[in-house]
Nanobody, 127 residues
């Protein structure tokens, strides 16, 4: 089992940057694929990106590609989401999620494939 705690959200102007962190408990963090999702008011939870256990593979949603960067530090049990050139439509609660990797790592884009979730952190981008 793993517990996830996000931090780093806040209010930023259009074009600004934020870095979210997601700290995981437990000694098996490196065996989890990590994902980032977001949910805006009145909308469904949306995939942002995911990173493999080693960090060697990363995928992004088209809406954030080129602006957001996911990384992880397995020694610190932490995954990051660097968000640049933020837009008002990026406003949402951002969640990190963990999926225990199998023999073949598949980076899922569907929220239901992730077993563990953080409580979320609010990101608000003002126009």
């Amino acid at each position: 089992q793993v517990q996830l705690v996000e931090s780093g959200g806040g209010l930023v102007q259009t074009g600004g940057s934020l870095r979210l962190s997601c700290a995981a408990s437990g000694r098996t963090f490196s065996s989890f694929i990590m994902g980032w999702f977001r949910q805006a008011p009145g909308k469904e939870r949306e995939f942002v990106g995911a990173i493999s256990t080693s960090g060697g593979r990363i995928i992004y949603a088209d809406s954030v590609k080129g602006r957001f960067t996911i990384s992880r530090d397995n020694a610190k049990n932490t995954v990051y989401l660097q968000m640049n050139t933020l837009k008002p439509e990026d406003t949402a609660v951002y969640y990190c999620a963990a999926d225990r990797a199998g023999a073949v790592e598949v980076l899922f884009t569907v929220a239901s494939r992730y077993d563990y979730w953080g409580q979320g952190t609010q990101v608000t981008v003002s126009s």
